[in-house]
């Protein structure tokens, strides 16, 4: 089974409107971090944000938040007043935490989502 | 500046022919991963290393081998390169810590012919 799953492989958005980017994941573990990145058409992999499994707020970083349901295990990227600059492929991935060992800290990646912005 | 420096950027070669790909980081951190992304596949981790001479396989190792023989550099060794390990490759490093990001590479395109 897939430990990262990103339903939409492409998507539409208005310019100035929101949009919601899908993922869910699937462990067994208690303690783990989800992360997205962003990858423009030029390649590079950028940092978008960071939730904790044992955060209690969502998390926010400028236009971009989290919209964490553990239960559901279901992280959602909300980007908020969308811009042409956010077109790109984004990605979701999991880092599991074992402390068995050497200790974990592989990050799995969904297979990505291409954001299309909409002038 | 902190980054994650890989060479080379492209680099096209025939099968059979060893090549490395470099990788060194400058922000002091314990781990370490090569990821390939293909079309429609997303990334998939290759090898890792917590540490010096710490290695383990991703998701996708066959093929590759790597070494970590100092903290800042984690190359990538294809020793038999074939045209299925044509891909875009990322070497990403981060702190040993559950919120530590990666930070990545700018890839290495590699062409086998």
């Known amino acids: 089974a897939q430990k990262i799953t990103q339903t939409q492989p492409g998507m539409f958005v208005q310019e100035k409107e929101a949009v919601t980017l899908d993922c869910t994941y699937d462990?067994?573990?208690?303690?783990?971090?989800l992360f997205w990145y962003k990858q423009p058409s030029s390649g590079e992999m950028i940092f978008l944000i960071y939730?904790?499994?044992?955060?209690?707020q969502n998390a926010t970083e400028g236009r971009y938040s989290l919209n964490f349901q553990k239960a559901r295990k279901s992280a959602n990227l909300v980007i908020s007043a969308s811009q042409l600059g956010d077109s790109a492929m984004y990605f979701c991935?999991?880092?599991?935490?074992?402390?068995?060992?050497?200790?974990?800290?592989?990050?799995?990646f969904g297979k990505g989502t291409k954001l299309s912005v909409i002038p | 500046e902190a980054q994650v420096t890989q060479n080379p950027r492209y680099l096209i070669t025939v099968t059979g022919k060893k090549l490395t790909v470099t990788c060194s980081q400058n922000m002091n951190h314990e781990y370490m991963s090569w990821y390939r992304q293909d079309p429609g596949l997303g990334l998939r981790q290759i090898y890792y290393s917590m540490n010096v001479e710490v290695t383990d396989k991703g998701d996708v190792p066959e093929g590759y081998k790597v070494s970590r023989k100092e903290k800042r550099n984690f190359p990538l060794i294809l020793e038999s390169p074939s045209p299925n390990q044509t891909s875009l490759y990322f070497c990403?490093?981060?702190?040993?810590?559950?919120?530590?990001?990666?930070?990545f590479g700018e890839g290495s395109r590699l062409t086998v012919l």
């Open positions: 939730q904790g499994s044992y955060d209690e």
């Open positions: 990403a490093s981060s702190l040993r810590l559950p919120r530590g990001e990666l930070f």
């Open positions: 462990t067994s573990d208690q303690s783990y971090g």
């Open positions: 991935a999991m880092r599991e935490v074992s402390y068995s060992g050497a200790g974990s800290y592989q990050l799995t």
